[in-house]
Every structure is written in structure tokens, then in C-alpha cells.
């Protein structure tokens, strides 16, 4: 007896409206232009104008998009616009994030605050103003990008970890209430991506500790992960497409983990 092959299906995301958040650089850039390449319209939403203008003008040019990226400047902070932004969302991925490395007793709180306003208040709000719409055609993808500070904690980011792990427990709670209106609900877990974010990191380890960049990638960020080297943002957006696959649609309320073996110590 002939074993059955397996069925190779592209995605195809013609027709669908996608929103991506922080996506003028980074993960979301490439989450951007990867759903757009997959032919959906993709919201690009970012406080940086410059950096959107940059992202448009890279769709504009390249020639393997079969959708459309379509930039617009927001601050997620502003909580009533970021709802109001997600209407009409077939695929929301909250991406945007910032980081702020200091002792608890050090940490500003305004600047808690605002972590946790960007991280963990406008996912909310971004996804209930999307449910709506996905409800209503009983279909929908909800991709959060955490990390895995959304499920080990380091010192000196209290912020950003407990943005991390409440966006894991609100993640959780939107696939069991999605579930039975055909609306998925997952997180993607990278280690230390390389992007704006973690190269400025980099430059100020290296100041610190008198070591080469190179020095503070392997001994430093990735001392607890197997592989010694930094995913690439396309590797992430990859992990996104692909949970928006019809591949993927018993998959919800997970954490797609990309840690390069952190998380197996």
C-alpha cells in the first residue's frame, strides 16, 4: 500500500486585511512585507514616520508582493485609536515593543507604565477592536509577538517581562474565546532577534563589560540558548505566516518558541 503524500499548500492570503504593529523596522517590517508578499493588505502602523516611509518605498520596489503595504503613523499609546485602527482586521500581529534595562529600584515608573501601555494595553485593545469584524466572518488570526522573556524572566527588564507574560495569559484567554468562531490566538517566542533594539544593546554591552560585540552576543545574550547566534527577522515573520497557514488552524493558544534551545536548560 502506496503511504499517502503529503499536501503542499502555498499560502494565499488574496482578499485578507492584515495590521501589523512597530512595523517600521525589525520583526514587523518583515512580518510586513512577508504577509503583503502572500498577497494580503497590510496595515503598517508605527510612530515612525521616517521608518514607514522607508517600508512603503521597499514594497513599492519590490516585485514579489502580490498585496500592499499601506503605512500609517500611530502612537499605540493612544489606546481609542489603536481600537478604532483594528476594525476590518482579518490578521492582527502585535509586534511593536520597547525595552528598558534597570533595577526595580531604579526604574522609572512613568516609563513602566508606558511599556506596559504599548505591550500589553494596545494588544488588548487592538484585539478587541478586531473581533468584531473576525467574528462576524467566523475567521481570524491573532499573532502576538512575545519572546521568551514571555516565559523566563532576566534581571533588569521587569517591564518588559511582565509585558511579556501578561501579553502570554491574554494570548490564552483571546484563543479560548476565539475557538468556536474560527478565530486563532497564538504567541511567536524569539530569542534576541537581530534588530534595532537588540543591536543598540549590543553596542552599550560591549561599552560596559570593555568586550567585542561579538563577545557580548555569545557570552552574554545567548549564554543560556544552544544556538550562539541571533535570529534574523525574516525567521520570525516566517513563523507568523505560517501560523496563518490553513495548516495551522488547529493551532491556538500555543507559544511558537524560536529560542535556539533557551528554554530546553
Known sequence: MTAPQPTVTSLDLGGRT???????SGIGRACALRLAAAGAKVKAVDRDADGLAA????A???RGLSGAVEPQVLDLTDLDAAEETAAGTDILVNNAG??????????PP????TVLAVMLEAP???IRGALPHMYGQEWGRIVNISSVHGLRASAY??????????????????ALEGAPRGVTSNCVNPGYVRTPLVEAQIADQAAAHGIPAGRVVSDVLLKDAALKRLIEPEEVAEAVAYLCAPQASFIT???LVLDGGWTAH
Open 110 to 113: 512613568e516609563v513602566f507604565r
Open 98 to 107: 520597547l525595552q528598558r534595562v534597570s533595577p526595580i529600584e531604579d526604574f
Open 253 to 255: 493558544g500555543t507559544s
Open 18 to 24: 492584515a495590521l501589523v504593529t512597530g512595523a517600521a
Open 157 to 174: 527588564k521587569s517591564a518588559y517581562v511582565a509585558a511579556k507574560h501578561g501579553l502570554e495569559g491574554l494570548s490564552k484567554t483571546a
Open 60 to 62: 513599492e520596489a519590490s
Open 124 to 126: 488588548f485593545r487592538l
Open 55 to 58: 517600508l512603503a518605498a521597499l
